[in-house]
């Protein structure tokens, strides 16, 4: 059985991945370009598969981090593919993911210390 820790480190990895496929993009390409389109949302669903895979421990001690959101996201992209919006997903990996990269960083520290 995997541990937090471990979930966790699947979140930042899946983070490294989406910066990597869309540092050379800007809002108009991206959503031009299916490829780093579906390279992101399987790396979205990893996300939110991983916070769903935390504990309630874990989440009851980090309550500011939007673990229903990342799920939410795993749900639409799994369940409702073809609603997904592009832009939504531009912006959710422009403006959502670097403060959540910081606050997994953070609840990572303090567990591993």
């Known amino acids: 059985m995997k541990t937090d820790t471990a979930y966790l480190r699947h979140i930042l990895d899946a983070i490294s991945q989406i910066d990597e496929y869309i540092k050379d993009f800007d809002r108009e390409d991206f959503l031009a370009d299916n490829k780093t389109i579906d390279a992101t949302l399987m790396q979205l669903e990893i996300i939110g598969e991983a916070s769903n895979k935390l504990s309630k421990e874990f989440k009851d001690k980090y309550p500011k981090i939007p673990f229903r959101n990342m799920a939410d996201m795993r749900n639409v992209v799994v369940h409702d593919y073809f609603g997904v ?15 959540l990269r910081e606050q997994i960083k953070k609840s990572l520290d303090e567990i591993v210390g």
């Open 85 to 99: 919006v592009r832009k939504t997903v531009w912006n959710t990996c422009k403006k959502n993911l670097p403060p």
